[in-house]
């Protein structure tokens, strides 16, 4: 018999750290993590992992032969600023990587005869709105609304989110026996924020590396301006919407796609919290013109309403708190530490 598990793709970054220890704490399942870096010696102990590409299809046939997935968390992805630099790269990596994923699901849920729960962290980049005046005039996106990325990852993302739906509601719609489907549910993200790892590849990178580069005393010249404004999250409860969006019972879900945020704010108030603990940051703005478009093509805030009535979301981390308990001692423990 093949052991049950729970597989995390791309574990070894920023999102896959915190929901190893998450779920290594409250899932009795075996965790299987695959990623094409080694994961760090803390929680390379708490799951079994295996260094591979998300890619290599005789990788992915030996670890279905060996385990039954049960779940499958699918954070492997290049994100938005690499992606804008090998555009092929990463449409091969999150489009045609998250297709083999979605068919090893589909294919393991017929075997079981049950739906294979696939997760997926889709993000603000699926948004693209047109100019500043309209970013003004809609300050909260509902889930349907401008969905024009100007990204690759954007368009990635946006894509793979239909792809899925495809998977769990139509695939096979002309066979004379519908399959088992899928199940799968995807959160658009905001920028993450964590305390113990500093991002890479992103281009909401510029908060979390104010902070970072405020607790270590180095100065920091924010890539963006002061106006610019997006969403933001604390990684804790970017971990808590992914499995509380995996626990939540199909019946309640009225859509399979669903904003979740925390707060908003421009640059210039990023960096007004960060003084508030780091009175000497020297932080200053000089905006990257073409990476200060991609931001601005963002929308300023995500109405996650559906997320909050279907399934309970609620952050428990706004703005105040995230600096004051979470960010803030983390950071400063870290780099003391360290
Ligand atoms: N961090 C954010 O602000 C944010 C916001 C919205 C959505 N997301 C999404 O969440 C997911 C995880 O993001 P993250 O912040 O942890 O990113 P990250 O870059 O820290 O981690 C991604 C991981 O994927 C791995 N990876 C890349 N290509 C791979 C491949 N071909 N095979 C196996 N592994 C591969 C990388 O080695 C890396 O460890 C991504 O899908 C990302 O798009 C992140």
């Known amino acids: 018999m093949r052991k049950k598990g729970i597989l995390i ?35 390379s102990t708490m799951v079994t992992h295996i260094t591979g590409d998300i890619m290599d299809q005789a990788l992915l046939a030996r670890l279905v032969s060996e385990y039954e997935i049960a779940t499958i968390y699918h954070l492997a992805a290049l994100l938005s600023t690499r992606a804008e630099f090998t555009p092929e790269a990463a449409h091969r990596v999150n489009v045609e990587g998250t297709l083999g994923l979605l068919k ?30 309209t970013k003004a005039r809609y300050p909260m996106v509902r889930e349907w609304e401008w969905n024009y990325p100007r990204t690759m990852y954007g368009c990635n993302k946006l894509y793979c989110e239909l792809l899925g739906t495809y998977y769990s509601e139509n695939f096979r719609q002309l066979a004379a026996e519908r399959p088992v489907m899928l199940d799968f549910r995807s959160v658009r993200f905001p920028g993450l924020i964590s305390a113990y790892t500093v ?104 109405n996650d309403h559906d997320a909050r009535r279907d399934w309970g979301w609620q952050p ?22 360290g």
């Not at 924010?222 to 610019?228: I, Q």
């Not at 019946?251 to 707060?263: G, I, M, P």
């Not at 200060?292 to 995500?302: E, H, T």
């Not at 428990?316 to 423990?333: C, K, S, T």
Request: aromatic share 10%.
């Open 104 to 133: 090893l699901a589909s294919e393991q849920s017929q075997w079981r005869g049950e739906p294979v729960l696939f997760i997926f962290p889709s993000s603000v980049a699926a948004y693209g709105m047109p100019d500043l005046e």
């Open 199 to 302: 991002p890479s590849g992103g281009t909401s990178d510029y908060g979390p590396e104010m902070l970072h580069a405020a607790a270590q005393n180095s100065p920091y010249a924010c890539f963006v301006s002061e106006e610019a404004c997006i969403p933001f999250m604390a990684m804790p409860d970017a971990v808590t919407a992914l499995t509380l969006l995996a626990a939540a019972p199909a019946k309640a879900l009225s859509r399979r796609v669903y904003n979740v945020t925390s707060f908003s704010l421009t640059a210039a108030e990023f960096r007004e919290q960060v003084l508030n603990y780091f009175p000497g940051a020297d932080i200053t703005f000089n905006p990257d013109k073409k990476r200060q478009g991609i931001v601005d093509s963002w929308p300023a805030g995500l």
């Open 9 to 43: 793709t791309g574990a070894a970054g920023e999102i896959g750290d915190a929901l190893i220890r998450s779920l290594s704490q409250q899932d009795q399942n075996q965790v299987i993590t695959l990623d094409v870096r080694p994961l760090p010696a803390e929680t």
């Open 316 to 337: 428990a981390y706004g703005l105040e708190r995230a600096f004051e308990e979470y960010l803030v001692p983390n950071i400063r423990n870290r780099y003391m530490s």
